[in-house]
Nanobody
Framework: QVQLVESGGGLVQVGGSLRLSCAAS????????MGWFRQAPGKERESVAA????????YDADSVKGRVTISRDNAKNTVYLQMHSLKPEDTAVYYC??????????????????WGQGTQVTVSS
């Protein structure tokens, strides 16, 4: 009964900030790298950011580099995505996912075995 539950999405103005949270249960959280993905209408799902099991290593996609910070609190079984300087092209459903593979590659969707239901982020001008 693994569950990943995203929260924090909503409507934000261009240039604004938002923090997404993903609470995990039913798994040994520290054994999984965690990733954030997003999917906009008419587009394929893409990797946004990822963080290693320990939290010492992170990856940010070029599309969001410099504008997002991924972090995790293993004591709370929670991973976060802090976003700022938001753009209309950031509008998407954002998904949290868990990866047990131990891979050094972070953008391969097939490495992520558990997924949340997603939270909508809408950036308006």
């Amino acid at each position: 009964q693994v569950q990943l539950v995203e929260s924090g999405g909503g409507l934000v103005q261009v240039g604004g900030s938002l923090r997404l949270s993903c609470a995990a249960s039913g798994l040994t959280f520290s054994s999984y790298a965690m990733g954030w993905f997003r999917q906009a209408p008419g587009k394929e799902r893409e990797s946004v950011a990822a963080i290693s099991r320990s939290g010492r290593h992170t990856y940010d996609a070029d599309s969001v580099k410099g504008r997002v910070t991924i972090s995790r609190d293993n004591a709370k079984n929670t991973v976060y995505l802090q976003m700022h300087s938001l753009k209309p092209e950031d509008t998407a459903v954002y998904y949290c996912a868990a990866d047990p593979s131990g891979s050094d590659y972070y953008t391969r969707e097939y490495d992520y075995v558990y997924w949340g239901q997603g939270t909508q982020v809408t950036v308006s001008s």
